[in-house]
């Protein structure tokens, strides 16, 4: 008797829960609770928030030179000396994150048509590129010229951080008949990547750090785009053949083709190699891959080993996506933070791979729609990145990675958002989706 009291009463109390029966309601259709947006994303809606970073950046990276004891502005580049730097904002316009962010503004122009993109990179390179030129004879007052002035990484270069993405987005600007005279800079960061950088025995692009001989998965994002981009700006074979020698080479050493994705570091030597497969290195050789097929020729004899490389990542990669549309700061960790960069980077990349034809839409375009929307909750109404890994070295334990501290001044969110959001326009404009059962699905022809 009491028990049939209760459920009267509770019955009462909740008459929407009790009418939601199998008989009375389509349960199937009820609005799950979506911890990020679900469905497809809307042009316009994609556009402001490309938009809001743009805006954000325009303000926060400034051009120009100052004295750093004084904060006066250096207009005359004859003035020079040890205490002049960058004018201060919240990124540094010549590293190699801001490499990327350069070839996400250029997308982003072509994606949308809005021209501003197009002048933030403009008016960027130009004033590096002139400064540049100002600062080829050594100013008063360095004790070390070729490590401490402003633009030691392009134009002294002593790693492929210092050079390659730079480099890649330098030579796109040419490309796209950007006005800068940039071709200097493009040179030297060439010539460091094929004569100047440590390499093993075999060529392989290496580091000595944190032991020697040391393989960096991030290094294939490090130079293979700018070998490509070389190769298809001068049509020259030279540079095509040495991109796709680095991403067989890396990958015959690092690439679990197991699981479908790559483990961080390899050190020649070691008789057992740690695998950690941090998600943004994963995103760097994904992208990479992807940037050497946009120009490799069709009848380069090995496109058909990248390319299955690049499908069998693809596949290794959406297997970790969380329910969340993120990854895992470990790909195969669960209990390792959800990271934003790695995110950006796999849409994009994932889109990216659709529109040129390469992977399935069917099967990844609901992983890229997932994706972008769960980026674009990151994205705040300032429009910084939030949730991005800080500058990461590679180690032989989970705890260095799992505790990576985030900030929305790590550089790294910027420029994959940016490129993520381009190509997530291009993907809807080419590709028709609806919701069907409740999911998002290509649109069967």
Not at 88 to 113: P, Q
Not at 138 to 164: I, Q, V
Not at 255 to 277: I, Q
Request: charged share 20%; net charge neutral; with cysteine.
């Amino acid at each position: 008797m009491k028990f049939s009291i209760v459920v009267f009463i509770v019955a009462l109390l909740c008459p929407a829960i009790s009418a939601q029966t199998d008989a009375t309601t389509p349960l199937h259709l009820l609005k799950p609770d979506y911890p990020v947006p679900y469905g497809i994303a809307k042009p316009e809606d994609v556009k402001l928030t490309l938009d809001r970073i743009r805006n954000y950046l325009e303000s926060s990276t400034p051009t120009g030179f100052i004295n750093e004891k004084t904060g006066a502005r250096v207009t005359d580049l004859r003035k020079i000396d040890a205490d002049t730097i960058f004018a201060r904002g919240d990124f540094r316009i010549v590293s190699y994150e801001w490499g990327v962010t350069y070839a996400g503004m250029l997308l982003a122009a072509e994606a949308t048509g809005d021209r501003r993109y197009r002048d933030y990179v403009e008016k960027r390179l130009s004033f590096i590129a002139e400064s540049a030129a100002g600062f080829k004879t050594p100013a008063a007052g360095y004790s070390d010229w070729e490590a401490k002035m402003p633009l030691r990484n392009l134009m002294f270069p002593r790693a492929l951080d210092d050079t390659g993405a730079m480099t890649a987005a330098m030579i796109k600007s040419e490309r796209a008949g950007v006005r800068a005279d940039v071709k200097p800079l493009i040179d030297i960061g060439i010539n460091h990547i094929m004569r100047g950088q440590f390499r093993l025995a075999d060529g392989t692009l290496a580091r000595t750090r944190p032991q020697p001989n040391t393989l960096w998965l991030d290094d294939l994002f490090m130079s293979v785009p700018a070998l490509a981009q070389m190769g298809k700006l001068t049509g020259e074979r030279q540079y095509y053949d040495e991109a796709a020698r680095q991403v067989l080479s890396f990958s015959k050493r690092m690439f679990n083709r197991e699981l479908g994705v790559y483990m961080h570091g390899w050190v020649e030597g070691m008789s057992v190699h740690p695998e950690f497969h941090w998600a943004r290195a994963n995103g760097w050789a994904f992208m990479a891959m992807a940037e050497l097929l946009d120009v490799l020729p069709e009848n380069h004899p090995m496109r058909q080993q990248i390319l299955d490389l690049f499908r069998g990542q693809a596949k290794g990669i959406a297997s970790f996506q969380s329910g969340t549309g993120f990854w895992h700061q470990l790909l195969d960790r669960e209990d390792s933070y959800l990271e934003t960069s790695a995110t950006a980077i796999f849409a994009y990349t994932f889109a990216r791979g659709i529109d040129r034809g390469w992977l399935d839409a069917r099967a990844f375009a609901p992983v890229a729609l997932l994706a972008w929307n769960a980026v674009t909750t990151k994205v705040n109404s300032k429009g910084q990145v939030e949730g991005t890994c800080v500058g990461t070295g590679m180690a032989f334990d989970p705890a260095f990675y799992y505790y990576r501290p985030t900030s929305p001044f790590a550089a790294h969110g910027y420029g994959p958002t940016l490129l993520a959001g381009a190509e997530i326009l291009t993907l809807l404009k080419t590709h028709k989706f609806e919701i069907n059962d409740s999911s998002v699905q290509l649109l069967s022809k």
